[in-house]
């Protein structure tokens, strides 16, 4: 495992870098739980890149100063990287 610095590195530097015809997209967005300012949600990631279709389930744990800037009516249409 690379160490913090390393991957930082890795991640800014593949950020905004895409191959030519990815399609990425999620789908099945579900808010699983809210609790003291903090919420669950899951969220099927999608990838397709060069006729290739690749998808996973994903969780993530948002606190609310990160809810607040999300619009429930546009996350199902929201983009977003998977591996």
Do not use: C, N
């Amino acid at each position: 495992m690379p160490d913090r610095q390393t991957l930082l590195d890795r991640m800014r530097g593949a950020y905004g870098k895409s191959q030519a015809g990815a399609r990425i997209w999620i789908e099945d967005f579900q808010l699983r739980s809210v609790h003291d300012g903090v919420a669950v949600v899951t969220y099927v990631e999608w990838q397709e890149v060069g006729g290739q279709k690749r998808g996973r389930l994903s969780t993530a744990v948002l606190r609310a100063a990160a809810l607040s800037q999300i619009s429930m009516q546009t996350l199902p249409t929201w983009r977003w990287p998977v591996m």
